[in-house]
């Protein structure tokens, strides 16, 4: 049987059941030693600052660590040949520009087309063979030709392919030639040397039909 003291504190396992004081259990908690002159943290094994050369040693590492400078890289200067093995990169406003050398149509006709082709012509009249009325610009197809020539011929001579000049004859000049000199069907194969002749009167044409107009237009005619 338990023997309760009449002290609080004072209590005892007297008995079979062998119950102990409590008290005897308890555990001391321990403080830390701080000194008077220490200040706060003494005793809590904080480290010292590092120095300014350790410092800097620890950051350089840790730059290191990193890897390489992904970063967008500064642009290549192609200016220089040398640096890819080609020619240097000439620029648009360093290309010089070929001035025409003609001003217009009429020079092309009067100081190249007259000076240079001469072939044998015809009697006019329609008599067949080559013909040519020295009132060209009269005739509206020959005026549109000769114009379409000077064009090409200032285009292939401003070019840098060797080829280009001889293209011009071949392809240009002399498709046209054959039609404005034609003497049988050409627009001046009727012209006579007293210049009584006008040419060839203009193609007839008629209105073309409602019903035709969407195919040519492919839209629907307004009203």
Known sequence: MVDFATAAD???????????????????????????????????????????????????????SQGPD????????????????GTAIVGEEDVPEIEPQFANVIEFVEQFFTQVIRR????????????????????????????????????????????????????HFDAHFRVICDGDNGPMSDATADGSWMGHPALKYEPVPRELLDDLLDERAED
């Open 10 to 64: 004072d209590w005892s396992a007297a008995d079979d059941t062998n119950y102990e004081d409590p008290s005897d259990y308890a555990v001391e908690e321990s403080e830390p030693d701080v000194g008077d002159d220490e200040g706060v943290g003494a005793g809590w094994d904080v480290p010292d600052e590092p120095d300014a050369d350790t410092a800097d040693a620890v950051e350089a590492a840790d730059d290191d």
């Open 120 to 171: 044998k012509m015809g009697l006019g009249g329609g008599n067949g063979g080559n013909v040519w009325d020295p009132r060209w610009a009269l005739y509206p197809e020959v005026a549109g030709r000769l114009k379409a020539l000077w064009f090409a011929y200032e285009e292939a001579r401003a070019s840098d392919k060797p080829s280009a000049m001889s293209a011009w004859w071949i392809q």
């Open 70 to 85: 992904l970063s967008d890289p500064e642009p290549m200067d192609f200016s220089d040949p040398a640096l890819y093995g």
